[in-house]
Every structure is written in C-alpha cells, then in structure tokens.
C-alpha cells in the first residue's frame, strides 16, 4: 500500500515514474490492475512462481532466480534512462536490488 500510494503519489506531481514488481502468471492472466489504474507509471513485471511470504525463511532457488530478473530489469531502466533514485518498496526482494542498485551507483532508499 505505501509503495503504491507514493508511486502515484510522485507520478501525480509530475515525476517520471517506473516500476519493477512481481506478479504470478494467474495474477498476469488477470490482467495488470495497477499498471491499468496507473498509466502515468511505466510498470515492468517479472514472472514469480509465488509470492515469497516468509523472508526468515529464503528459498535460494527462488531468490536467485528472483535476484536475476530484478537486475536484469534494473539494467533495462538504467540504459534507457537512468533514474535519480531507486526506491525498493517491498522488504521482500528489495536484497536482490541493492546489488544492482551499487553497480550502477544509484542512490537507494527502502520504505
């Protein structure tokens, strides 16, 4: 709910905002609610077997594949227009964006 309220609440104000998320193939199959609630905000998904529901308990095949297409959609939105700021809004895989995050020496900042 934060990370959403200050997406929109920074797209309403004139920033240009994109995000990276997950999303399930059945929720994908649903359709993407926010990105279509939200066009003022460039969403990229990438794909999860499952939401990852308990972080005191890693699941390293998981992490690594989810640690992969975060950095791989960092590098996509740092090539076609390097942000100002990453903002990570969800404790849950916000580990597998640091990395990409110091690489690109991108200021961080996690709600």
């Not at 308990?54 to 959609?73: K, N």
């Not at 100002?84 to 709600?111: C, H, N, Y």
Request: with cysteine; proline share 7%.
């Amino acid at each position: 709910m934060v990370g959403s309220q200050l997406l929109t609440g920074l797209a309403a104000r004139g920033h240009d905002v994109r995000a990276i998320s997950p999303i399930t193939a059945p929720a994908l199959q649903r359709g993407d609610g926010f990105a279509q609630c939200n066009p003022g905000i460039s969403v990229s998904r990438y794909l999860v077997p499952r939401f990852q529901d308990d972080p005191h308990r890693p699941d390293s095949e998981f992490r690594r594949a989810e640690r992969a297409a975060v950095d791989a959609a960092i590098d996509c939105l740092v090539t076609d227009c390097r942000p100002d700021v990453l903002v990570l809004g969800r404790e849950s895989f916000a580990w597998a964006a640091t990395d990409a995050a110091d690489r690109w020496r991108l200021p961080k900042v996690m709600i």
